[in-house]
């Protein structure tokens, strides 16, 4: 098989690659994927009106107006904007936790007299880490309640560790938000595809330069490729066959249900981080607001990854940062093969962060 350009996995930082390189260079792609869909994490399928995230709710955000153009190049977004609720103390209450959490789970003067300390100590629409609420001595209560309600038991089922064996990067990920605001996202751009993630990725790679194809393992074909240069989405670790080591990942299963009724639950996401074995259930109607008389949801279970398995989150802590640094100095021993996206960078990547690399590692290329 010949080809100017070897992408190897379909996601949204190989789709983007294979695009470019397509479209603007002119140049042929052999695009592959193991699995038998494109679209990586972000696809999805119809079920009776209803467009369904087979891997989980995705969300597109970006304050990047040119990764925002360059997607709607292949759809209409819909402007939806996320909220998530969490389930505290009997209630549900906006996460990250703001002050419509706080009044909703704090006595009234309570709230008040709480509220007036943050906002003498925080601007009013800043965000702020449970570590930098904790070096404000009388706002250590509140810092407490949040790490224990909000924080601390989703970390043990969704990480199998405690926080403190993270990096400190996953505190930063659920800040505490100064505002009413009960948006999850406050990016500038927010939607999802009028006619879902999948129909987009195919938008993306409608050129005939483009060759796909699925089930197809790059390990078995190897050796019949001929090519200039290769860009790997796969896992960093197993392109070099494990001999550094394994890096750890956390994978996730999905209990798909059908309801026959308008709707399960109040809102698109709703978070468990306290009651049950599963972390949150996400209905997926609510994001294009579909009208259909039944509804589909999923129960999301954190479970722990094993080869064969999907890799949804690259564990970030001191022991794997350091396997991650040995295998990207091998790469940078290769010519012509280039890691890309969350498994081959091992970081976690939001979507818009993933086409923004992938748009960077383009217009690089010599």
């Known amino acids: 098989m010949k080809a100017k350009n070897c992408i190897v996995g379909a996601g949204l930082a190989g789709l983007t690659l294979a695009e470019r390189l397509a479209n603007v260079r002119g140049e042929s792609v052999l695009l592959i994927d193991r699995r038998n869909h494109i679209g990586g994490n972000v696809y999805d399928y119809d079920d009776e009106g209803i467009l369904v995230h087979q891997y989980g709710t995705h969300i ?140 987009m990725c195919e938008k993306m790679i409608a050129n005939p330069l483009i060759t796909l194809k699925l089930e197809c393992d790059y390990k078995d074909i190897a050796d019949c490729i001929e090519c200039e240069r290769i860009f790997y989405s796969g896992a960093i670790d197993e392109f070099f066959d494990y001999e550094l080591g394994e890096l750890p990942y956390r994978s ?22 306290n009651n049950y074995d599963f972390t949150r259930i996400g209905e997926y109607k609510y994001f294009l607001d579909s009208k259909t008389p039944h509804s589909i949801v999923s129960f999301e279970y954190p479970k722990a990854w094993h080869r064969g398995e999907e890799r949804y989150y690259p564990v970030p802590n001191e022991q794997s940062a350091a396997i991650y640094q040995a295998y990207a100095r091998k790469a940078n021993e290769l010519k012509n093969v280039h890691f890309i996206g969350r498994l081959g960078e091992y970081r976690y990547y939001d979507m818009d962060k993933v086409i923004a690399r992938a748009l960077s590692v383009f217009e690089n290329l010599a």
């Open 60 to 199: 597109f955000h970006s304050n990047e107006q040119k990764v925002w153009q360059y997607v709607n190049i292949f759809s209409r977004f819909y402007p939806y904007m996320h909220e998530v609720k969490a389930l505290v103390d009997g209630s549900f209450v906006p996460v990250p936790f703001n002050l419509n959490s706080l009044f909703t789970l704090f006595p009234a003067a309570m709230a008040q007299e709480i509220e007036s300390m943050l906002l003498q100590s925080f601007e009013y629409g800043s965000k702020v880490s449970i570590l930098e609420l904790q070096k404000h001595p009388k706002l250590a209560f509140l810092s407490q309640f949040i790490y224990e309600k909000i924080f601390l038991h989703y970390t043990l089922k969704q990480w199998q560790c405690t926080p403190q064996e993270l990096d400190s990067s996953v505190f930063e990920r659920v800040p505490v938000s100064i505002s009413r605001d009960n948006r999850y996202f406050q990016d500038r751009f927010q939607g999802i595809p009028m006619q879902g993630y999948t129909k």
């Open 252 to 273: 996730l299963h999905f209990d798909f249900m059908r309801f026959e009724r308008e709707y399960f639950q109040s809102g698109a996401v709703i978070n468990y981080p």
